[in-house]
Every structure is written in structure tokens, then in C-alpha cells.
């Protein structure tokens, strides 16, 4: 069984499901796998009121995770809008 792929840099999109905006967290040298869990972990560390598991009792899921972007070279966010 061969290892999981480590991408040199990840940008992970999504919420916590009942928001309605996306947020968006980099990553370097991690697995898809990792990246999620280390997306849902920032996620509700942005969010205390919230916890994944009565999220996900609410709403099925403890987070949607609306894309996963890899790159060779380091993502850079160069804007948005509030």
C-alpha cells in the first residue's frame, strides 16, 4: 500500500456548515487528509461557541470543505473582500 501524496502547498475553501461564507486556510508539506482535519481544527478555533460534534448532530457534517487547491509553488491570498 503505497503512502499518501504530501503536496508542498494546499489552500483549503469551505465553512461550518449553517454559514454562509467560505473561509480559506494554507497549508504546506501535508496529505489531503491532514490538510482537511487541519482545516476543520482552525475552523471551529475561529468559531468557540461551535463545536463539530453538536455541528454535525445539527447538520450531518462538522464542516464542507468546497475545494482543495495544490500547487508546486506557495499560494499566495492577494485579496478579498469584506
Wanted: hydrophobic content about 30%; glycine content about 4%; charged content about 30%.
Amino acid at each position: 500500500m503505497s503512502k499518501p501524496t504530501k503536496y508542498p502547498y494546499l489552500a483549503v475553501i469551505g465553512r461550518v456548515p449553517g454559514d454562509d461564507e467560505d473561509s480559506i486556510y494554507l497549508f504546506e508539506n501535508k496529505t489531503l487528509t491532514q490538510a482537511s482535519k487541519a482545516f476543520e481544527m482552525h475552523l471551529y478555533d475561529d468559531c468557540p461557541e461551535e463545536t463539530p460534534t453538536q455541528v454535525r448532530k445539527d447538520w450531518g457534517e462538522s464542516c464542507y470543505i468546497t475545494q482543495i487547491l495544490v500547487s508546486d509553488a506557495e499560494i499566495e491570498i492577494i485579496g478579498f473582500n469584506r
